[in-house]
C-alpha cells in the first residue's frame, strides 16, 4: 500500500519549510534528511513568505511558541495555502496554556491544513474545546485503546470533515482519518515515549510524504505514521547492551535513513475502517 | 543513603518545567526522561505561569538568556513559590557578562530558590560578587581541591544560609550544602567537561529529585549529583573503540536511563560533613 | 602542513563565542569542544560585546536568523574588529530570502571578516548578487567541479580580494582562498550532506582553529576544512550494521575529538593553486 507513497519521496525529494520548536528542531532536521528530504528552519516574519515560497510544504510545531513566532506561523500558513502548498499543524501541549490553545485556534482560523497530529489530548482541546492535555503528553484518561477505539475513529472522521484536514492521533494505536476512511495504525513501541521529540519528527516526516505525493494525502500521513513506529520498532530491535534513551534516539533515525519502500510495505501494520 | 530518592522518583515520576538555553535544551529534555521525569519546556511570558502551575517544580538556567526569557524566569520563579513548588536556577556564565550576573541577582532577589547550582565561579560571583568567570567554565583558580575543601565547604554553608537554598557546588569534587550539612561528592570524570551540557542536565535532574522527595532536599539535590557523576563513569566504561565526546554525550543519558537505585545507591561516593 | 595548526590548538585552546543558530548549535558545541577549543553562545545585544571580549573569536551563523539576532551580530562583530579578534561568517541560506541576503551583506559592509565560508550559490549571492540558493543547499548548477575549478578558484581569490577575508566555498571539492593561493581540499564525503549541521560545525572549528593560530590564517582555515572532510571519512569508516545518518553525526564528531595532529597530516588531501 505504502510502497509507491515512499518511493515517490525517496525518488522527487521534498524542501520542508519547518517552524518549530527549539527542543527537538535537531532531530527534526535530521529524520527529514534521512527520508529523502530536505528541511530549512526558519521562523522571522521578515522571511517566512519568502522561505515557505521556495518549500514544497511547511511543518507547524508549536512546542515552544512565542508571540514572535505566533505570527509568523500565521503568516507562513496563508502563504503556503496561497500557494496550494503541504501545510501540516502540531498542535504540542494544546490544552496544557491558554497560550496554546489560543495559538492551535487561531491558527486553525487563519489557516487550512492538510493534516492535523497530536496525541488524543491535543486533538480533543482542538476538537471539542475539552481541556485534558497534562503538559506535553496525552491524559491517560484519554487513550486510544480497544474498547474506545470505535468512537475515536468515529470523532477523527467528524472532526476531519468539519476542519477539512486529515487527522492524525498518534497513541499505543495510531488513528489517521479523513472523513471517509481511518487508517488504524499498529506500529510503534511505548519506548519511544521516553526519548523526546518522535512526534515532532513525524510531524515532519508528514509533511515530507505529503509533498512527494500530493494526490493521495491520506495514505501518504498514514504511510509516514507507519514509518516512523516502524523505525521505532526497528530501532529498539538495533538496540545493544548498554543502550538508553539517548541510543536509542539515533537509532530510530538511522532506521528511517535505512527504510525502503520495500521495508516499509513488509513492515506497516494497518487496517481500514 | 539515596535508594529511597531515586526510588521515589522512578515510582511518581515528576513534571519538569524548564526555561533553559537552546544549545543543551534536547539532552536536558531526554535526561529527565531517562531518570522518570517528563519535561516540558515553555518560555513565553504569556505562558509560563500556568505551565509552571501543572509542574512540580521549575528549573531556570540561564545559558543564553535574553531579556525576553529573565521577565518568563522570573513569572514563572515567583508563581512556583506562591504554589510552594520546587525552583532550581543554575547561573550559566554568571560572572562572564554583566548581564547574566544582574540577571542572576535579580533572579535572587526576586524568587526563592531551593537549589542553586553552578560551578565554583559562578557560585562566587552570586555569593560575593567577585567576578572571576571564564566564560563558562569554572576559573581553574577557583578549582575545588582537597586543600581548600574545608574553607569550600564553609563558604557553601554560609551562602546556603544567608540564600536559603541548598547550594550545589560542581567540580572534580562536587559539594552540596545546605547551612547544617554538606555532601562532598566524588563521582563524576573530568572527561564529561568536553561535552556541552552535562551541567544543564544536572539542573533537570536536581529538579526531578527534589520534585520526587519534598521532604529530603538536601538528600535529593545530593542523590542527582551523584547519579550524574555517576552516569559519568558507567557512560565512560562503556566507551568503545572510536567513540569520542559525542557517543559520550549519548552513553552518560543512557547510563542514566539504565541506572536504578540499587546501582545508585551502591556506585555513589560521598561523605558528609 | 597542517600540523603545526592542530598542535597550536590543541596546546593552547581557543574560547570560542557563538550567534549561531538554534538547529545545530549543540553540534557545533560539541565539535568545538572536541578539537580542544572551548564555545560560549551568546545572543542578547545587552551581552554580546562583553562576552566577545572575554573570547578569542567569534562565529557568526545567520542559519536561524530574526531581527533581534542580525543586531547582535553586527554589534559583537564591530567589537571584535576593535579588539583585534577572528571573525568567521558563515551565511547560511544567503540568497534564499531577501532578509537572509540584506542581513548577510549588511554583516559584510559593517563587519571585516578574517573568514567567509559558505556553499558556492551563498558566495555567489555575496559576491556578485545573483540569487541561485535552493534553500540552505546549494543550488546543483553553481556545483564546483573539475571543469570549472579553476575559474572557481580565480572568483574566489578576487572575491577574497575585494572582501578582504579568505574565502572558504564547501562542496564536493573545497576551496580555501585568499587573493594570492588557493588550497583545493579533496576531504570528505557526499554523505555529510545527510546530515544537518555539517556546515555549521565547520565553521566553528575554523574560528577555533584560527584563533589559535592567528599569524598563519589561510593555512588554519584549510586545516579546519581538510579536520572536517577527514572527520567525515574517518567517521564514516566507523559506521557499523544498522548505523544511519543520526549515529553518523556523533561518529564525526567522535572523529575530530579523536584526531591529531599525525593523523590530520597523513589524511589531508590537498593541492595549493
Redesign the interface.
Known sequence: MFKEQFDNLRKNGA?VHNIT???????V??VI??CGA???????I??VE??TS??GGLNINI??????TVSSMIAAGKKSNLLGHKVVLDPV?AG?????TAAAKSLLSEVKFDVIKGNISEIKTLATGSNTT????ANIKDAVTGENLESTVNFAKTFSKKAGSIIAITGEIDIVADSHRCFIIRNGLKEMG????TGCQLSGLITAFLIANPETPLRAAAAAVCAMGLAGE?GYD?MQ???????Y??????????MNAETLEKGAKYEIM
Open positions: 524542501l520548536n527549539y527542543v527537538t528542531v535537531n532531530d532536521a535530521n534528511l534521512a530536505s528541511p530549512i528552519m526558519s521562523d522571522d521578515d522571511e519568502e522561505i521556495i518549500c512546542g515552544t511558541l512565542n508571540q514572535r501541549g496544557a496554556s491558554t497560550l496554546r497534562c503538559g506535553v503528553d521516553m526519548i523526546t521529540g526497528t538495533n547492551g548498554d543502550d538508553g534513551n539517548s541510543t534516539r539515533n537509532r530510530i533515525i538511522d532506521a528511517i535513513y535505512n
